[in-house]
């Protein structure tokens, strides 16, 4: 498996199926999950300012809701409904889409996926490279070998099967997928480092194809994690081509985004133009001090890619620090063959040596300012517990050990990579990316669930969406509200093909968000991530409340949204 091992899975329980304005199919419960009574609608938000996902002004109207979609927009105050949320003050919006959630495997272990509820998030579309399905059994037997507490045993194979999985349990939101490019290259080749024969090439496409059947909405790379790092430019391009046929797009985490940015642009810019699909970067970012204020430039080159005729776009968290896998410290060589593999080479005196001087030398340890820049925030071994939380040096001087000595030996805790939390990136930076109107946003974290609430956090896994409003509209006024929410909606949906939701308009799905614009703020930091969003006191999946005046309503009436590729 590589570094980002599944977490997996997704929504409701199913019967129907139904074109929805030939983009997305979806599967879905036809009664209404609130109480039918003789009214003109379900339920009415009344008094709120609407802000409807298009950029458009606000303007204060009532929103009437009937089964699942939304009715009318406008003065109702003459309708009965069967439930009504005053909402005067607050701001009525479509419901956030996070472009990168990374909660396929929270939504298993706990439905509700609190975390991200109260952010406003309605729909999560997820997939990050690697993808809960399609796998072999080998595959299976890793996520079950190191499932956490409250996972399922991993009995699917195909994402169809994953789908199926999630709906059978139920989900508080609705999820999306993209297919990723590391289970064929896992499949077909394993974690080593060659190219496929043709053969092996025409396999790996024909597991793209099936998942494209299945419903994955696009292609997606994560290009610095091993096994995704041994695949050539050629091989995605491939791939690529293939999602293609079925209106996808390519989405991917690019080879740096760092000191050799330029090249992964370039490759990616190359994928999307041969492959002939749309491009969205995942977390546009530039990392390193010394690369401190080039995300001017990043921007020309999309820009100027943009001008030709290219179809590219991206996502943004709004941090300066990353999250990922504490094995991203390792050489490639190093992790090729799986995590077990690497663990066997610590144990190889001479291959530790090596592979401690590769992390000390390696241009990432040291733009992000060595050990004094890693926050290590989750490790698999509860005996080392004591140390989530802490900077290398720090663990470092508690284990009376080189810090990169102490790294070491945290991989050695446990079967999975220990988490960290890497600070590379500058404010400037994250507001210029933030602000270009071709941004949408992507967590690219999933809800913090079960076990994993008493270990360390990202605080965008609680904060990303409410930051926006609050820090950066509010207080920052680096844009408009209506700004902020149309990237958080219609922006967000036309990437992914979502055209059913991601708007306040009559015919669409009602996924609805209320909160408070004065109120609105993430709390979650770097040193107590576990701490809610507030300020969102409303939040409406498919017309069912699962946030009711701030209460977590336990109603799970999330649903799968299939891609256009999707065949029963």
Request: glycine share 10%; hydrophobic share 40%; with cysteine.
């Amino acid at each position: 498996m590589t570094s980002r091992t599944l977490y997996c899975l997704l929504p409701v329980a199913c019967c129907l199926v139904f074109s929805c304005h030939n983009d997305v199919v979806q599967t879905t419960t036809t009664p209404s999950e609130q109480k039918r009574v003789d009214t003109d609608f379900d339920l009415i938000i009344a008094g709120g300012h609407v802000i409807d996902g298009t950029g458009a002004p606000r303007v204060r109207a009532d929103v009437g809701i009937k089964g699942d979609a939304i009715a009318a927009i406008g003065d109702l105050s003459k309708a009965r409904a069967a439930q009504t949320i005053e909402a005067r003050g607050s701001v009525v919006a479509p419901g956030f889409i996070d472009v990168l959630g990374q909660s396929e495997g929270a939504v298993l272990i706990d439905p509700r996926l609190e975390g991200k509820v109260r952010q406003g998030v309605t729909t999560e579309v997820t997939g990050e490279g690697h993808s809960p399905g399609p796998i072999n059994d080998a595959m299976a037997a890793e996520m079950n070998r190191t499932r956490p507490a409250g996972f399922p045993e991993v009995t699917w194979r195909s994402l169809a099967e994953y789908m199926k999985t999630v709906e059978s349990r139920g989900s508080a939101i609705n999820f999306a997928f993209y297919v990723g490019a590391t289970n064929p290259r896992e499949i077909v080749l394993g974690s080593v480092n060659r190219d496929p024969s043709p053969a092996e090439m025409e396999s790996m496409k024909k597991l793209v194809d099936q998942a494209m059947l299945d419903g994955a909405v696009g292609l997606s790379t994560a290009l610095i994690y091993v096994p995704a790092v041994f695949a050539k430019t050629e091989e995605i391009i491939e791939l690529a081509k293939v999602v293609g046929k079925y209106g996808g797009g390519y989405f991917t985490h690019m080879r740096s985004e760092s000191d050799d940015i330029d090249s992964a642009m370039s490759e990616a810019f190359r994928i999307a133009r041969e492959a002939g699909v749309p491009l969205n970067i995942y977390h546009l970012k530039i990392g390193g001090k010394h690369n401190w204020g080039k995300m001017k430039g990043i921007v020309a080159r999309i820009e100027a890619e943009q001008k030709k005729g290219l179809d590219v776009k991206a996502s943004v968290y709004p941090y300066i620090a990353t999250a990922t896998g504490l094995s991203a410290l390792a050489p490639n060589w190093a992790l090729e063959g799986g995590y077990d593999a690497f663990l066997a080479r610590l144990r190889d005196p001479a291959q530790r040596m090596k592979i401690s001087d590769e992390i000390r030398s390696s241009s990432f340890y040291k733009r992000i300012n060595g050990a004094d820049g890693i926050l290590v925030r989750r490790v698999p071994n509860p005996k080392f517990v004591q140390y989530e939380g802490k900077r290398l040096r720090a663990i470092g001087e508690m284990m009376n050990e080189d810090p990169i000595e102490a790294a070491l030996k945290l991989f050695e805790a446990g079967p999975s990579s220990p988490t960290a939390i890497y600070f590379s990136m500058n404010e400037e930076d994250v507001m210029t990316a933030l602000k270009q109107p071709w941004v949408s946003i992507g967590a690219d974290s999933g809800a913090v669930v079960g076990e994993a609430r008493k270990a360390g956090a990202h605080p965008r896994a609680y904060g990303t969406f409410p930051r926006i409003l609050g820090h950066y509209v509010r207080d920052e006024k680096l844009f408009s509200l209506e700004e902020a929410v149309r990237k958080m909606t219609t922006e967000a949906a036309s990437r992914v093909h979502i055209s059913d939701r991601g708007a306040l308009k009559v015919g669409m799905k009602a996924d609805v968000v209320v909160f408070d614009p004065a109120t609105i703020k993430d709390l979650s930091t770097y040193e107590n991530p576990h701490q809610m969003s507030v300020g969102i006191s409303d939040v409406v999946v498919n017309g069912v409340l699962i946030l009711r005046k701030n209460e977590i309503t336990g109603k799970l009436p999330g649903r799968i949204l299939r891609g256009k590729g999707y065949q029963p």
